[in-house]
């Protein structure tokens, strides 16, 4: 047995649900023009280049980049042809993510057991091979029009799928120290968070670890409500924010408005390093919400002792929280593409396993900011 399979069978046997996820193989992106985009990804964020398909590679269709930093892979795949899913997908919702894609064992079984426990079908199982060996993928639908895939690569030598080759270019950028998905945050619609934590608990086999009300985030203006679903080993959790009722608009609505419905609102990304990280990310012309310099004034006597330079955090604008277990820091981004919809958060856990409650505050006062400046308010 090689390392790979010693790895891949030690986190099989921790898993002990009927789903057992492996891990996050992908998460796929359908835009507007995925050349500039796996640029903007590459250039910005410090993804390198890993497998192309499209034109060259026989693929009439659409043509897909895949880029990956650490354990983090990005698909960005654009149409040729006017009328199509990808271009449909497009129009309606801008730049988004269409596939959260799983590792798993079986894929088969993974879609018969979600299918057997109510799941919506979005592709049954298929097998693509090529010269390198094959692969099974099938999907079922979550919120909105996002999938979740199954994939399954254990037969597979190729570089990504069957059909891509590698994507060999020049331009590489150094990574910004960007490690995994620590968890995506989907956006559903108005008294729909407990369905979908239901669909993840039924359909799924995860369980909810956290629950948050509009006690703890709201501000005189908006709110919303959130709970986090986990899959059996941990491995992958999902926040689900409905909007609550405030004063003015939740921002949760202004991305439903936007994105034309219920999907994908954030990516937290874990780094070891999140003040290098930061720093790197500014330079490349990211920009993050801005927090105002108060919020560092009692901070120690908020989180107590860490071991980062408060000056540093604050030049930044990196906000701590503490729970029981440890501290986390943690940051947002404006968002990544033009409609106010999806952005990233990054995050560097110091053993803490919750999602900065904390800072809920601080945050969403900077979110109204932006809302404000924007109109949608
Ligand atoms: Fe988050």
Same mark, same amino acid.
């Given at each position: 047995?090689?390392?790979?399979?010693?790895?891949?069978?030690?986190?099989? =046997?921790?898993?002990?649900? #009927?789903?057992?996820?492996?891990?996050?193989?992908?998460?796929?992106?359908?835009?507007?023009?995925?050349?500039?985009?796996?640029?903007?990804?590459?250039?910005?964020?410090?993804?390198?280049?890993?497998?192309?398909?499209? %034109?060259?590679?026989?693929?009439?269709?659409?043509?897909?980049? &895949?880029?990956?930093?650490?354990?983090?892979? *990005?698909?960005?795949?654009? =149409?040729?042809?006017?009328? =199509?899913?990808?271009?449909?997908?497009?129009?309606?919702?801008?730049?988004?993510?269409?596939?959260?894609? #799983?590792? &798993?064992?079986?894929?088969?079984?993974?879609?018969?057991?979600?299918?057997?426990?109510?799941?919506?079908? *979005? %592709?049954?199982?298929?097998?693509?091979?090529?010269?390198?060996?094959?692969?099974?993928?099938?999907?079922?639908?979550?919120?909105?029009?996002?999938? !979740?895939?199954?994939?399954?690569?254990?037969?597979?030598?190729?570089?990504?799928?069957?059909?891509?080759?590698?994507?060999?270019?020049? *331009?590489?950028?150094?990574?910004?120290?960007?490690?995994?998905?620590? !968890?995506?945050?989907?956006?559903?619609?108005?008294?729909?968070?407990?369905?979908?934590?239901? #669909?993840?608990?039924?359909?799924?086999?995860?369980?909810?670890?956290?629950?948050?009300?509009?006690?703890?985030?709201?501000?005189?203006?908006?709110? %919303? $409500?959130?709970? &986090?679903?986990?899959?059996?080993?941990?491995?992958?959790?999902?926040?689900?924010?409905?909007?609550?009722?405030?004063?003015?608009?939740?921002?949760?609505?202004?991305?439903?408005? *936007?994105?034309?419905?219920?999907?994908?609102?954030?990516?937290?990304?874990?780094?070891?390093?999140?003040? $290098?990280?930061?720093?790197? $990310?500014?330079?490349?012309?990211?920009?993050?919400?801005?927090?105002?310099?108060?919020?560092?004034?009692?901070?120690?006597?908020? &989180?107590? !002792?860490?071991?980062?330079?408060?000056?540093?955090?604050?030049?930044?604008?990196? %906000?701590?929280?503490?729970?029981?277990?440890?501290?986390?820091?943690?940051?947002?981004?404006?968002?990544?593409?033009?409609?106010?919809?999806?952005?990233?958060?990054?995050?560097?856990?110091?053993?803490?396993?919750?999602?900065?409650?904390?800072? #809920?505050?601080?945050?969403?006062?900077?979110?109204?900011?932006?809302?404000?400046?924007?109109?949608?308010?």
């Amino acid at each position: 047995m090689d390392k790979k399979e010693n790895e891949i069978d030690k986190i099989f =046997s921790e898993a002990k649900d #009927f789903l057992p996820i492996l891990g996050i193989d992908y998460i796929e992106f359908y835009v507007g023009n995925a050349k500039q985009s796996a640029y903007f990804y590459k250039s910005a964020l410090g993804f390198e280049s890993e497998a192309y398909s499209g %034109l060259e590679t026989g693929n009439n269709e659409e043509v897909s980049y &895949v880029i990956k930093q650490d354990k983090i892979r *990005f698909v960005l795949t654009s =149409s040729y042809k006017k009328d =199509s899913l990808v271009n449909e997908h497009y129009l309606k919702h801008g730049d988004g993510v269409k596939f959260v894609a #799983f590792l &798993v064992e079986d894929s088969k079984k993974s879609y018969e057991e979600t299918i057997k426990r109510g799941a919506k079908s *979005f %592709l049954e199982p298929i097998e693509v091979s090529d010269e390198k060996g094959k692969i099974v993928k099938s999907g079922i639908f979550t919120y909105g029009e996002t999938v !979740h895939l199954f994939i399954e690569r254990k037969n597979y030598k190729g570089v990504f799928l069957p059909g891509f080759q590698n994507w060999n270019n020049d *331009f590489s950028p150094p990574p910004v120290g960007l490690k995994y998905v620590d !968890h995506i945050v989907g956006n559903v619609g108005w008294n729909e968070m407990d369905k979908w934590c239901n #669909f993840y608990r039924d359909v799924l086999g995860f369980t909810q670890i956290v629950s948050f009300d509009d006690n703890d985030i709201s501000t005189e203006y908006t709110a %919303l $409500m959130s709970k &986090v679903m986990s899959n059996g080993n941990g491995r992958v959790k999902f926040p689900i924010n409905e909007p609550a009722e405030g004063l003015n608009k939740s921002q949760i609505e202004e991305y439903l408005d *936007f994105y034309n419905g219920p999907g994908v609102q954030h990516l937290a990304l874990a780094t070891d390093n999140i003040i $290098m990280t930061v720093e790197d $990310m500014k330079k490349r012309g990211i920009e993050f919400l801005y927090v105002p310099e108060t919020y560092y004034d009692d901070l120690i006597e908020r &989180v107590g !002792h860490i071991e980062e330079d408060v000056n540093l955090l604050r030049k930044n604008g990196i %906000l701590i929280d503490r729970d029981d277990d440890g501290y986390l820091l943690q940051i947002f981004t404006k968002p990544l593409v033009h409609r106010p919809t999806i952005f990233f958060e990054i995050i560097q856990r110091r053993g803490a396993n919750s999602f900065g409650k904390g800072n #809920f505050k601080a945050l969403f006062l900077a979110i109204e900011r932006e809302q404000r400046s924007r109109g949608t308010l």
